[in-house]
T-cell receptor, first 117, second 113 residues
């Protein structure tokens, strides 16, 4: 079945540590996204990528980094510079034809919950 | 920047009741999307709306794209226990050559005690 796989489901970070969240999709989608979700809040965009080897900052990119070396993969690194990393992180993908999110709805993974040790 | 106001924030349902929620904005959107999220999972797309005035159904769910393009509503008819969860609206607008998708804060549906 086609879909988006996020791993791990739960992740713990120590002080001063960088951690990387994995996101893989086999939908052959061009665009991939990372969102952060806090309790009682809507989803906020961290980074997105419309094409391999290119990515753009979203609304809350500080303290995060990404790479897009392959179409199927869009890992997110939460760096030690992110002082409040505890949240639920969601990866999404969509078909994209050069106009950002276009009109194609996004498909989401099941999320990674990151907590501080 | 663009903002979406989603209401109500939370509501309790009794099996068989109809449910209604909406999203409003002072800005115009090109597309409205409605998602449902179960605990510990990612949102799942329920309905996508592409034209002002469009009314679309998906089973017991009906959503409409407001004629002013500034709002959308989602109705659930004859609710059942598995309807509980958080419902998000999302609006897409174009700023220059770029599309931008923003989310409401969600409406949490719970079962009446």
């Amino acid at each position: 079945d086609g879909g988006i796989t996020q791993s791990p489901k739960y992740l713990f970070r120590k002080e001063g540590q960088n951690v990387t969240l994995s996101c893989e999709q086999n939908l052959n989608h061009d665009a991939m996204y990372w969102y952060r979700q806090d309790p009682g809040q809507g989803l906020r965009l961290i980074y997105y990528s419309q094409i391999v080897n290119d990515f753009q900052k979203g609304d809350i990119a500080e303290g995060y980094s990404v790479s897009r070396e392959k179409k199927e993969s869009f890992p997110l690194t939460v760096t030690s510079a992110q002082k409040n990393p505890t949240a639920f992180y969601l990866c999404a993908s969509s078909i994209d034809r050069g106009r950002g999110f276009s009109n194609q709805p996004q498909h989401f993974g099941d999320g990674t919950r990151l907590s501080i040790l | 920047g663009q903002q979406l106001n989603q209401s109500p924030q939370s509501m309790f349902i009794q099996e068989g009741e109809d449910v209604s929620m909406n999203c409003t904005s002072s800005s115009i959107f090109n597309t409205w999307l409605w998602y449902k999220q179960d605990p510990g999972e990612g949102p799942v797309l329920l309905i996508a709306l592409y034209k002002a005035g469009e009314l679309t159904s998906n089973g017991r769910l009906t959503a409409q794209f407001g004629i002013t393009r500034k709002d959308s509503f989602l109705n659930i008819s004859a609710s059942i226990p598995s309807d509980v969860g958080i419902y998000f609206c999302a609006g897409l607008y174009y700023g220059g050559s770029q599309g931008n998708l923003i989310f409401g804060k969600g409406t949490k549906l719970s079962v009446k005690p």
